[in-house]
């Protein structure tokens, strides 16, 4: 089964989504800012965006997450 269908996985898949984009973005900014507007890019750009200003909901969500998982 994919993570498209399983609603668990997919969260799972967005988050370390956010946490991987923000990871890189730590280290190379200037290589996802300079591809911000770019879609394939822009995609990692934003979820970077979202690990930054949300960083205490997005580690609750992992420590649920990974709490709940079976």
Same mark, same amino acid.
């Given at each position: 089964m994919t993570a /498209?269908?399983?609603?668990?996985? /997919?969260?799972?898949?967005i988050l370390l989504t956010i946490c991987t984009s923000t990871y890189a973005h730590y280290y190379f900014p200037a290589f996802m800012d300079r591809n911000g507007h770019n879609y394939f890019m822009g995609l990692f750009w934003k979820?970077?965006?979202?690990?930054?200003?949300l960083s205490p909901y997005i580690a609750l969500a992992l420590v649920f997450m990974a709490v709940s998982v079976d």
């Open positions: /498209l269908f399983n609603f668990q996985s /997919l969260i799972v898949v979820c970077a965006r979202i690990g930054e200003r």
